[in-house]
């Protein structure tokens, strides 16, 4: 089993600039991708963005594409989640999670199996 420990949620200006960081502990010997989730309220949890633990390619959802940047430090088994340009309706409870999943990309939550507790991004307008 992955633990994983997320932080830099908080509560920014639209335009404004966040960075998510994700650190790992345990069993990362076995992850292959690292994915970041959100879930505003009332809404279902979406994809946002992915990086493959091994070689870094990147995948995106649209709504982050050209404002969002996942980034990894394997030595430091933590990934990172930088949010430019954030806008009043990218306010939701963002999530990391691992998949050992070795199919690419890996957009659905039920491709991953250890999830973070969540950190809280507000956009105010």
């Known amino acids: 089993q992955v633990q994983l420990v997320e932080s830099g949620g908080g509560l920014v200006q639209a335009g404004g600039s966040l960075r998510l960081s994700c650190a790992a502990s345990?069993?990362?010997?076995?992850?292959?991708?690292m994915g970041w989730f959100r879930q505003a309220p009332g809404k279902e949890r979406e994809f946002v963005a992915a990086?493959?633990?091994?070689?870094?390619?990147?995948y995106y959802a649209d709504s982050g594409k050209g404002r969002f940047t996942i980034s990894r430090d394997n030595a430091k088994n933590t990934v990172y989640l930088q949010m430019n340009s954030l806008k009043p309706e990218d306010t939701a409870v963002y999530y990391c999670?691992?998949?050992?999943?070795?199919?690419?990309?890996?957009?659905?939550?039920?491709?991953?199996?250890?999830w973070g507790q969540g950190t809280q991004v507000t956009v105010s307008s």
């Open positions: 990086i493959r633990w091994s070689g870094g390619s990147t």
């Open positions: 999670a691992i998949s050992s999943h070795t199919i690419w990309p890996l957009t659905t939550r039920n491709m991953y199996a250890d």
């Open positions: 345990g069993r990362t010997f076995s992850v292959y991708a």
